[in-house]
């Protein structure tokens, strides 16, 4: 179809979507562009303004039978999201194509779960300036990976019928409301709804058994929440910078679990991180209000970063047999109190920050790892002694 047919198509949309069986590829590809700033059109277009034929396109994949499979106009690691770059109108997409990537482009318009192509199994759409609701329950059957992170996203987000073959959702990053009702029966690996403006409870028991990461970080969800309950094969738990409350208790965490986070909560109560998963290699505990004493003489083999600061933990702390993985710990602004010996720290620590506690005797310094940039000891501790016997680190130490 000529470029000026389709484009005539335009001027009624009513009439647009009744042709659209009717239409070749080549049509349908015109028209899902027809609405792009003329900087991006002109990628598709010769020197005379006219489309170039699709299988002329860059970064077009297609079938053995030449009907088009994947569309990537994807700007890889920029996030700048630029403004001016025109609409994207899905609904024109021919329906044999199964996935999608416009990731990093800063498109604008809407995106309607029903008018998806029918065949779709992946829309990556991160970081743009797409706009609207979602209604999940329309997505197209076969779909199994949606991210739609870094968008201007809002209104409610319904899980409960999702479809089945759904593995990925991204939502982060929008301006979506509501509670967060979990699907009863799911296949989700992935579910990332952090940086929203969610709100309500979170059961533990209802998050679906198949995650294996799930963000929902930097919300405003509240309540206690029973981390005995979590999937058994989560790897990946982050829930900082909400409201949650209550005690904690680490003893039951899943097996499998790598990555933690719950800082910048209002968890309260003892924390014991004796019995962590073997596995785990990021522990972020900071900014609660946790007290009594910390063990931290049994931590994971793998673990690599620890921040328990901003709390109200106190007494005595050994660091002698912290885990050579380590690179950071973080534990200032505490009251933990006595004396410190740094003379058998971790070999890879680059980062110990114990500043700002209530430690009052003395402090051992030795054998420093040389991959140490920064060893923050001094400020608002009151110690009666420091031996520095490894003056030739002595610049690290603040």
Not at 219 to 232: I, V, Y
Request: hydrophobic letters at 35%; one cysteine or more; a neutral charge.
């Amino acid at each position: 179809m000529p470029s000026c047919s389709v484009f005539a198509l335009c001027i009624d949309p009513s009439l647009g979507r009744l042709n659209y069986e009717s239409m070749n590829q080549q049509a349908l590809m015109e028209m899902a562009v027809s609405q792009m700033s003329a900087q991006n059109q002109s990628f598709y277009k010769d020197k005379n303004g006219h489309f170039r034929d699709i299988s002329e396109w860059k970064n077009l994949t297609f079938n053995d039978d030449d009907t088009l499979r994947e569309i990537v106009t994807t700007f890889p690691h920029d996030n700048r999201k630029p403004a001016g770059q025109g609409t994207v109108l899905f609904q024109w997409f021919p329906e044999t194509v199964e996935e999608i990537w416009l990731t990093n482009r800063g498109f604008e318009g809407t995106i309607d779960c029903a008018q998806l192509p029918k065949r779709l199994r992946e829309l990556h759409c991160g970081n743009n300036r797409f706009t609207g609701s979602l209604r999940l329950e329309c997505l197209p059957t076969g779909i199994q990976k949606l991210s739609l992170s870094r968008n201007f996203l809002s209104g409610t987000v319904d899980l409960q019928c999702l479809p089945k073959g759904l593995r990925y959702l991204n939502l982060f990053w929008n301006t979506l409301e509501g509670s967060i009702v979990f699907p009863r029966e799911s296949l989700l690996e992935s579910l990332f709804l952090g940086d929203n403006r969610l709100t309500g409870t979170l059961n533990a028991s209802e998050i679906p058994r198949s995650l294996l990461k799930f963000s929902a970080e930097m919300n405003a969800l509240e309540g206690t929440l029973d981390f005995s309950q979590l999937p058994p094969n989560l790897k990946d738990l982050r829930i900082y910078k909400n409201k949650f409350h209550g005690s904690v208790s680490f003893q039951n965490l899943p097996a499998s679990l790598e990555f933690l986070s719950i800082k910048e909560n209002a968890f309260s109560g003892t924390v014991d991180l004796t019995h962590l998963p073997k596995p785990l290699k990021h522990v972020m505990c900071s900014k609660n209000s946790f007290s009594g004493t910390v063990c931290l003489t049994q931590l994971p083999p793998t673990l690599v970063f620890l921040a328990l600061s901003s709390n109200a933990f106190a007494g005595n702390i050994s660091l002698k047999n912290l885990p050579d993985t380590l690179h950071e710990v973080y534990l200032h602004k505490n009251r933990f109190c006595g004396d410190l010996d740094l003379t058998s720290l971790p070999i890879n620590l680059t980062t110990l920050w114990l500043n700002q506690n209530a430690f009052e005797g003395t402090v051992r310094i030795r054998d420093l790892p040389r991959a140490i940039c920064r060893l923050k000891v001094k400020k608002n501790n009151n110690w009666k002694d420091v031996q520095l016997i490894d003056i030739g680190l002595f610049n690290v130490i603040e």
